[in-house]
């Protein structure tokens, strides 16, 4: 049954290739910053050279809080777009159930995604049911320390190797003038810090107990304390970061205005537009040099229903082209991810990114925190990682017992 | 506060000199008018104040602003941040700033101004001269309906756009104005039309004038101070939307705000104050000229009778 | 009052009720429709997609448990309130002194009003940029010689609701002017001749006799003030995202954020029916006496 609707599918796109017509595709995203645009252009080039159809741009700035009630409003409206960004994981289980996204399983199993695409919690992520609904694009991880070597020359110390150096570094770098630790005003920049000293300095076996397993005594108990206290030397070390995008902050890092960021890989796609080199402008510590894990998170597309035979034919050309491999390697050097098969030649890629590698071959990898919790958790989270960072008023212990409270609640 | 003890004290001087009616012939560096022009200009210096910053930033250079005095005019005018704003910013892929978005503002805002104020001067008309049992129920409902935040109704329209088959068109986006506007704008035309002399209608009527008749051969030739207000509101609150207008349609018809909202949040490295600043006037040109423009016959229009109750 | 004494009689309104489909219709289908979907919805625990898992209250105590939107609605009364006592003092005493007879009126005019052209969008982001601690005020202050002055609302938790208000006003008073300047005009200038001739004094003209008669504009001029109020949204959007922390979160912010970034539809669903109940137990018993009661000649 299954293989004859294979033949089916493939005899369709067979008949659609010869009568083919140019579509235009529309894809919309959030990826607007520097870094981020080059990278989505990288699709695009591929998209409109190798195929006879047109890449139809529908960038929405703002973060996915902006974008997604457009692309979720258009989709249930009856009028969707070709393509569209997702972070895969619980955000778009329920478009899938209502039968509302392309179902992409044909492709997957003729083009073997199964055994490319690496690590393969990816992929799975993208599989409800059994079947394929979304292409990962690329790997995300978040467990990163950004250092400006400039900052630490002027401040007159060495560049830290690991979270302590940083914290002991701080009133030299303060003392000339500079800030510490650069953090932007957006909410999931608090939490994604906050997330990131959780992981490095308690562990992934805790990341998964409080996220995973929802476990309120670990959360209550002295590992995660000590993640609260790191996070009040955070909040220490951030005053005077008075800019609300992240790759505001990054720039902090790049112009010597502050000493280091915390943020996910993708700031190195800023460093790379502003032409800096990894080593020697600036210093990345994976896993803040304590523990070197990343999470692999990451975005997604996904394609929705569509009865226009010519926009499921390009439909079906992108999402076998966004693994392909050239174009693999080509997004994820201007994104400054890793790409999502391990099969591909980065010899391209800088320190870095090379570091990236090594540790996802290790496999010193854990789920992302979007994939543990629902959308709704986190927003209460980082609804208490807001307040913490910036109201010196809450102690630790204070903050401790409002996020065993979160936890205990979540599902 | 210095104006509350204008008021009183130049009373006191007008009553004693106040003889015949009209306008007195008064010096004009009398203490009185130092007073009050002096307070105006205060005033009229802090409301002009943030539209100096942003035209004196966005006539400036980056390194000039990052040396820090936001009041400062431009050592060096450059009119780069406008052709960038204009012409070449980018969002995602596309570099062609703000010009994208103009005409799509155009071809928005003129069928909806159009048609939301056809149907609220309507229904003010019904409300205000041909009540029916009911009427002034359904009022208050829309009375209150101008409290609902916007946003708890994307879905619910939505799901009505879709079973209406337009949503995603200019149809359905000209709906949701219409409806948008039509609290504030009923209030008004009905606040206008209670105030026509009664005389009139009931002559109208004697004349065997119809509800039609009578609405577009009395009402609506006196009624063009409202008109002028109502058109007002309406360019500046359609023009302005960015919500509806990025829910509602697609990149291709998406207007000038959701174009600045891109534009503005999309940080490429630095963030470029003088280009946001640029771009920002150019949005907001449209609605600034309007009342620059008609600021008179709005204040007139209000006056002759929108807020009588 | 053309129609207030003639009986009612169902025919001879035909025309008025077709012509009155497309508010009875946004009326039922909008708003009364859209509102009874709210309410309903937010006894689920919808997510992405509303969703009829019916929970019962659980929404509703979650969301009076959440800090967030007590200070939600800690703000919106703060802000809210003094929005509205300073809209109308502002902007009556700005519209007593345009009507002074004094020269440029037009001119003064046009400059109070031109901010209501802009959006809110616009008028935040132009004033998070004159707060702005290292460009704006406060540098440009320090930067004369006071080294010590610090004024930085947007970054000081305790007073950035403030910072908001000073914005909010900027942009909403010359309205509020326009639209008292009207009330002043229509005030006949023999109760002006009157109060003159009885030798009241000028600022108790404006208070007892001027103000009371002003009624109607008071009223029209309050509803289009707390429709403002109660939906700010893009204002503290653009101007602070809600932060420092989330010292200037306002109950819209949290509604769009838990429907939308949260995907918890029945969170924001239950958030926005307490905001439709705070309103019609405000809203409706004035709504009755202005409109739906006999009326006043």
Partial sequence: MKALRAVFAATTALCAATAANAADLEVTHWWTSGGEAAAVGEFAKAFNEKTDHNWVDGAIAGGGGTARPVMVSRIIGGDPMGATQFNHGRQTEELIEAGLMRDLTDIAEAEGWKDLINPPSLLDSCTVDGRVYCVPVNIHSWQWLWLSNAAFEKAGVAVPANWDEFVAAAPKLEAAGIVPLALGQQPWQNSGLFNVLLVTLAGPEALQKVYGAKDAEVAAGPEIARVFKAAEDARRMRKGSNVQDWNQATNMVITGKAGGQIMGDWAQGEFQVAGQVAGKDYTCLPGLGVNEVISTGGDAFYFPVNDDPDTQKAQDELASLMVSPEVQVAFNLKKGSLPIRGDVDLAAANDCMKKGLEILASGNILPDVNQLNTEDTNTQLSDLFVEFFNDESISAEDAQARFVDIIAQGD | ?309 | MATSDRPFQPFRNLNAKIASIPMILTALVIFIGCTIWTIYYSFTKSKLLPKSNFVGFDQYERLWSTRRWLVSIENLVIYGSLSLIFSLIIGFLLAALLDQKIRFEDTFRTILLYPFALSFIVTGLVWQWILNPDFGVQSVVQGLGWESFSFNPLYDADIVIYGVLIAGLWQGTGLVMCLMLAGLRGIDEDIWKAARVDGIPMWKTYLYIVIPMMRPVFITTIVIITSGIVRVYDLVVAQTGGGPGIASEVPAKYVYDYMFQSQNLGQGFAASSMMLVTVAVIVIPWAYLEFGGKRRG
């Fill in chain 2, 1 to 309: 506060m210095a104006d509350t003890d204008v008021l009183p004290n130049n009373t006191s001087t007008g009553l004693e000199t106040s003889g015949p009616r009209g306008p007195r012939p008064r010096p004009m560096l009398s203490r009185r008018n130092i007073i009050l022009y002096g307070t105006l200009i205060v005033i009229a210096v802090y409301y002009l104040l943030p539209l100096y910053v942003m035209i004196v930033t966005s006539l400036k250079g980056m390194p000039e602003i990052r040396l820090g005095n936001i009041f400062a005019p431009p050592v060096e005018v450059t009119f780069q941040p406008w052709v960038k704003a204009w012409a070449e910013a980018c969002t995602g892929l596309n570099c062609d700033g703000l010009s994208r978005g103009f005409w799509n503002s155009v071809r928005i805002t003129v069928p909806s101004v159009i048609i939301s104020i056809a149907i609220a001067s309507v229904n003010g008309y019904a409300l205000a001269n041909w009540r029916f049992k009911g009427s002034e129920i359904f009022f208050t409902i829309l009375i209150f309906g101008s409290f609902i935040p916007y946003q708890v109704m994307i879905y619910p329209i939505v799901i009505v756009l879709r079973e209406l088959g337009v949503y995603g068109s200019l149809t359905g986006l000209v709906i949701v104005h219409t409806i948008f506007g039509m609290p504030i704008l009923t209030l008004l035309f009905r606040n206008y039309f209670v105030s026509v002399p009664e005389e009139l209608f009931k002559a109208a009527r004697v004349d065997g004038a119809g509800f039609w008749g009578i609405y577009l051969r009395i009402m609506l030739p006196m009624s063009l101070p409202i008109f002028v207000v109502a058109i007002i509101l309406q360019i500046t609150g359609i023009w302005n939307d960015f919500l509806f207008g990025v829910v509602y349609t697609k990149p291709d018809t998406y207007p000038m705000t959701v174009q600045l909202n891109n534009i503005v949040n999309s940080v490429q490295g630095v963030k470029e104050y003088n280009v946001n600043m640029a771009a920002t006037i150019i949005t907001g040109l449209v609605p600034l000229i309007v009342y620059f423009l008609s600021g008179k016959l709005f204040v007139r229009g209000i006056a002759a009778g929108a807020v009588k109750g």
